[in-house]
T-cell receptor
Framework: DVKVTQSSRYLVKRTGEKVFLECVQD?????MFWYRQDPGLGLRLIYF???????EKGDIPEGYSVSREKKERFSLILESASTNQTSMYLC?????????????FGAGSRLTVL | GQNIDQPTEMTATEGAIVQINCTYQ??????LFWYQQHAGEAPTFLSY??LDGLEEKGRFSSFLSRSKGYSYLLLKELQMKDSASYLC??????????WGAGTKLIIKP
């Protein structure tokens, strides 16, 4: 069963702490994405990557960075967590194909920053 | 700006039919997606429309009118397990996905 695995389902951190969210996919997908999901809002893209060591800013990259050293792994880093980064973080991957680029999502990491 | 609108919440009865609407205004169009998300779980892909018309997949169908900027997801023979949020997303001219806030569907016995 193919899947996207996020390392932590629930995290509680303090303001100013560094936070790592890891995501691993086993489908050999080229593209990987980090979204945040907040009540009443659509998914918002933080960063994406279409190849190893490549990264592109999404709609809300401020306060975040990413790392993609291996094809299967895409990490989201919060250098200094703030309370407004309390959210659900979803990782997704997709193949590079013509037409429908279907995303496969991980189960999410719910981060609370105190 | 780019915008996707869908109702916040809908309620329907087990065994009935429900239609979830999605209207969009985007910079270009390269397809519309519907995803299902059960509470606390990952969104999962339901359907993709890029041409006008109806796509049927079992109990679920999705319709697209590009000229009207409109889509709907039709769920037939509702089951309790269909209680979930349904997310509409449009791929714009840059092949970026623009997401609606989702429609929470509540199924009552």
């Amino acid at each position: 069963d193919v899947k996207v695995t996020q390392s932590s389902r629930y995290l509680v951190k303090r303001t100013g702490e560094k936070v790592f969210l890891e995501c691993v996919q086993d489908m050999d997908h080229e593209n990987m994405f980090w979204y945040r999901q907040d009540p009443g809002l659509g998914l918002r893209l933080i960063y994406f990557s279409y190849d190893v060591k490549m990264k592109e800013k999404g709609d809300i990259p401020e306060g975040y960075s990413v790392s993609r050293e291996k094809k299967e792994r895409f990490s989201l880093i919060l250098e200094s967590a703030s309370t407004n980064q309390t959210s659900m973080y979803l990782c997704a991957s997709s193949p590079t194909v013509a037409g429908a680029n279907v995303l496969t999502f991980g189960a999410g990491s719910r981060l609370t920053v105190l | 700006g780019q915008n996707i609108d869908q109702p916040t919440e809908m309620t329907a009865t087990e065994g009935a039919i429900v239609q979830i609407n999605c209207t969009y205004q985007t910079s270009g169009f390269n397809g519309l997606f519907w995803y299902q998300q059960h509470a606390g779980e990952a969104p999962t892909f339901l359907s993709y429309n890029v041409l006008d018309g109806l796509e049927e997949k079992g109990r679920f169908s999705s319709f697209l009118s590009r000229s009207k900027g409109y889509s709907y997801l039709l769920l037939k023979e509702l089951q309790m397990k269909d209680s979930a949020s349904y997310l509409c997303a449009v791929m714009d001219s840059n092949y970026q996905l623009i997401w609606g806030a989702g429609t929470k569907l509540i199924i009552k016995p």
